[in-house]
Nanobody
Framework: EVQLVESGGGLVQAGGSLRLSCAASGFTYDDYVIGWFRQAPGKEREGVSCITSGDGSTYYANSVKGRFTISSDNAKNTVYLQMNSLEPGDTAVYYC??????????????????????WGQGTQVTVSS
């Protein structure tokens, strides 16, 4: 069973930075994608970024391009989301998620939540103005 544990959330002022971590374990196949989603109160869950396990390809939502960077440390089985220039609109619960099924889909679906089967418990990020 895949397990995902997020950490690193907190309260930060606008313009500040945070780094989220996702400790991943339990993969039975080598080819998968790990993503970060977020959900603000009253809003739908939104795909933020993802990274593939094979070639390390990365994908970003337009709203975070140039500000957020996803990376992985395979030795630690951890995926990071470095978030810079944070804005109040980035306030949300951030979830780490994973899927084996991404290879069956065009990359334009990689930030769609329907693709993902495994989810962490989430970590709160609050950006004050």
């Amino acid at each position: 069973e895949v397990q995902l544990v997020e950490s690193g959330g907190g309260l930060v002022q606008a313009g500040g930075s945070l780094r989220l971590s996702c400790a991943a374990s339990g993969f039975t196949y080598d080819d998968y994608v790990i993503g970060w989603f977020r959900q603000a109160p009253g809003k739908e869950r939104e795909g933020v970024s993802c990274i593939t396990s094979g070639d390390g390809s990365t994908y970003y939502a337009n709203s975070v391009k140039g500000r957020f960077t996803i990376s992985s440390d395979n030795a630690k089985n951890t995926v990071y989301l470095q978030m810079n220039s944070l804005e109040p609109g980035d306030t949300a619960v951030y979830y780490c998620t994973a899927s084996y099924r991404y290879t069956y889909y065009n990359s334009r679906y990689y930030l769609g939540h329907a693709l993902y089967d495994f989810w962490g418990q989430g970590t709160q990020v609050t950006v004050s103005s």
